[in-house]
């Protein structure tokens, strides 16, 4: 079964234009290098918020069909403390993850997001996990803090206790968010601190990966997800091949989840073709790259189902390759 491990569900109200914006930039800059003229960036945001726009999982679930996926892990994102809060609560976007988990419990499980900063945010992921039935915990640090600070600490503990993952951001993000706060080097102190705790660094740091190699290897609690790559595989799949090798050859393939970054990348590169691009790869441009069978279904799913105690080839029908 191919499971997506990273995607976001979006609406108005839930994010603040100014990172809509910051990410339409980056689009804008790496389709026009040639040029270094392309579309208003504000333009952009206008026309991709409809198209972005899910907060019941209905557009996620059809691409899902769409692309033989599953199953998915869905969570909001909390920018509100750096950016001005947005229409929506996080407690509220929190609380629509979970529904959308009700409403398709066999293709869709959710993490809790918040900023550890807020007062009263323990309490809200404990209500989360507790009362509605969330799986784990997404911290985004590149709105102002580092995943050591000490204000994080008892959000490690209570997820160490309940067994259940935390999926940090890791690697350089647009405006208005904070690249340094993602260095990968930077979960190694939690890691450390805490060896039971299961911890997913998105995207393996991006341009950081070999940073995010470094943490995983001495830290085996720490798995990664090849979320966001997308556009580093439109430029050059050969050069993703060979980055998702030397991955596969660090950490081995139970620590490495297929993930898109979902709605934001789909609309970049769909996400029939990024399953497809990286559950069946064509290797002809890089002959030297070899993946196994067995180690490319690890990836795509079995890998993720077993971090997360799911049944894995009992899921929907949907999902199987």
Known sequence: MIIDSHV???????????????NARVAVASASKATGQGMDPA?????????LADPTAEKLVAAMDQA???????????????TGEPGV????????????????????????AIDPRREGALEMLRRGVEDWGLRGLKLHPTVGYYPYDDVCYPFYEYCQ??????????????APVKSRFARPIYVDDVASDFPDLPIIMAHVGH??????????????????????????????PAAFYRVLRQVLDAVGPWRVFFGSDGPYLNV????????????HPDLSGCPDVVFTREELDIVMG????????????????????
Request: net charge negative; with cysteine.
């Open 268 to 279: 970049l590169f769909p996400l029939d073709q990024w399953t497809k691009a990286v559950g």
């Open 8 to 22: 976001h569900l979006v609406s108005d109200g839930w994010v603040s234009d100014s990172f809509l914006l910051g």
């Open 207 to 236: 341009n950081w990966y070999e940073e995010a190699l470094l943490v995983c290897s001495v830290k085996p609690n720490v798995s990664v997800d090849v979320s966001g790559w997308q556009r580093a595989f439109m430029e050059s």
């Open 43 to 51: 333009m952009l945001v206008q026309a991709l918020k409809p198209v």
């Open 89 to 112: 609560s996080i407690e509220d976007q929190n609380r629509a993850i979970a529904k959308a988990v009700e409403r398709f419990p066999d293709r869709l499980v959710g993490l809790f």
């Open 68 to 82: 033989g996926v599953g199953l998915s892990c869905i969570c909001a994102v909390d920018y509100g403390l750096l």
């Open 302 to 321: 079995r890998a993720f189902a077993r971090l997360m105690g799911l049944p894995g080839e009992s899921q929907a029908e949907a999902g199987r390759q």
């Open 161 to 174: 206790e309940r067994k259940i993952p935390v999926l940090f951001h890791t690697g350089a993000c647009p």
